[in-house]
């Protein structure tokens, strides 16, 4: 084949359709959804929840920035950047020294998607990856969680609810309300209402599809009726509903077909509850995500959809 036709070829999936927004649009869509619950963090944590958060937007822009002058490429970093800083800010504690938030960025920009080219070729989530990094590097001061106060408010250092026992017992009316408006211990995008917020308005455009963020909170809700925990806690509590709409409707690495974004939803579900009853880890959205992460090539290899206009054709008696 001619060298010059291979570099302007590119093989796709197909048939394609227009879907009414184009790429940036729907980037540009996406990052305003999670302006929804980083605002909801700040208002709960104040100014550490603002910091960790810009701390995060500048240290991504810098070390895209950097990756793409050692590489040769235009200096202008993508919208996946800002996505990028805030998904990784919005799973982080409000307490986080700066530096590691810092740490944690360069490593989701350099090391989980521009060492795998860059935007649209990684495998991993580059905000899951850095996180999961920083849980293994920096277990103590990831694991620190901070009481909401809002500005001004003294930072007191409590226990996350799911590390507290709390799941094991039907949770009331206070507890579940808590969860839902981020009073309660834990990461700055820990309000569960605000999340829903941004998630919906997701799959009202037809950005995302409902039925894996469906499947996701499903099978974590099943699994824990079968282990006799209370289901509404452990999807409220936690990054079940941050993941749900932001993490497993990625779709870089994400199955391409709906068939296959429904069986990475109820994988990372089950292996979610599975880390959580029976792990050292009180969450394990991220491990469960990043492990069906690394499952989507072989799920795209066994779930294809059937020619467009096709029909089955029956073998009759000859």
């Known amino acids: 084949m001619n060298s010059a036709f291979k570099d302007k070829s590119r093989l796709t999936t197909g048939p394609h359709l227009w879907g009414g927004f184009s790429t940036n649009r729907i980037m540009l869509i996406t990052l305003a959804t999670l302006l929804i619950p980083a605002a909801g963090g700040v208002y709960q944590y104040g100014e550490q929840a603002l910091w960790v958060i810009v701390v995060c937007i500048v240290a991504c822009y810098a070390a895209d920035i950097l990756c793409r002058k050692l590489r040769g490429q235009p200096l202008r970093p993508d919208m996946g950047t800002p996505i990028t800083a805030l998904l990784l800010a919005l799973s982080l504690p409000p307490g986080l020294p700066l530096w590691i938030a810092a740490l944690g960025s360069f490593f989701g920009i350099c090391i989980v998607k521009e060492a795998f080219g860059g935007l649209g070729q990684n495998i991993f989530n580059p905000a899951l990856g850095a996180r999961a990094f920083l849980l293994a590097s920096f277990a103590a001061p990831m694991t620190r969680w901070i009481e909401p106060g809002g500005f001004g408010a003294d930072a007191i250092t409590t226990a996350s609810p799911l590390a507290g026992g709390t799941a094991a017992e039907p949770g009331g009316l206070e507890l579940y309300q808590a969860l839902l408006f981020g009073d309660a211990p834990g990461v700055i995008a820990s309000g569960a209402l605000f ?96 492990i069906m992460n690394a499952l989507t090539p072989l799920i795209d290899r066994y779930i294809k959809p059937g020619p467009m206009g096709a029909k089955e054709v029956k073998s009759g008696p000859a």
Request: net charge negative; charged share 10%.
């Open 195 to 290: 999340l829903m917020v941004g998630g919906l308005i997701l799959v009202i455009l037809r950005i995302v599809d409902f039925r894996a963020p469906v499947a996701y909170i499903v099978s974590v809700a099943l699994i824990a009726l079968a282990f006799g925990e209370d289901p509404a806690f452990h999807v409220l509590a936690g990054g079940v509903i941050f993941g749900a709409f932001f993490f497993i409707t990625d779709p870089v690495t994400t199955p391409v077909h709906w068939p296959g974004r429904v069986i990475f939803a109820v994988g990372a579900g089950v292996l979610t509850m599975l880390i959580r009853l029976l792990g050292a880890a009180p969450d394990g959205v991220t491990y469960a995500i990043l």
